[in-house]
Nanobody, 124 residues
Framework: VQLQASGGGLVQSGGSLRLSCAAS????????LGWFRRAPGKEREFVGS????????EYADSVKGRVTISRDNAKMTAFLQMNNLKPEDTAVYYC??????????????????WGQGTQVTVSS
């Protein structure tokens, strides 16, 4: 599967953005999806995940209550809705896909396929 993330941009603190992750290739519904981010000078960080059917989501404590992950398997697209953005949310955001080890979905190493990343910048 190939992934392409989009929707990033510059937003003021308190604003919202909706990132998309469009897939092509092998059946999208076979993959669990994760969103990660990497801020300048920091390690890649788990943001959240969504199961293959979309019936289960999980979020990092740093974004919980401000972020919602969803997916539309028919359109082979996933979404990361981010609200009440803060300057510390500034990072490159990546979507990733995996078919295995879902019990370790917060670990970037289980994801076999990655999108190219989209920059989110939150100004104070």
């Amino acid at each position: 599967v190939q992934l392409q993330a989009s929707g990033g941009g510059l937003v003021q603190s308190g604003g919202s953005l909706r990132l998309s992750c469009a897939a092509s290739g092998r059946s999208f519904s076979e993959y669990g999806l994760g969103w990660f981010r990497r801020a300048p000078g920091k390690e890649r960080e788990f943001v959240g995940s969504i199961s293959r059917t979309g019936g289960s989501t999980e979020y990092a404590d740093s974004v919980k209550g401000r972020v919602t992950i969803s997916r539309d398997n028919a359109k082979m697209t996933a979404f990361l809705q981010m609200n009440n953005l803060k300057p510390e949310d500034t990072a490159v955001y990546y979507c990733a896909a995996t078919t295995w080890a879902w019990e370790r979905r917060g670990n970037s190493r289980i994801y076999d396929y990655w999108g190219q990343g989209t920059q989110v910048t939150v100004s104070s």
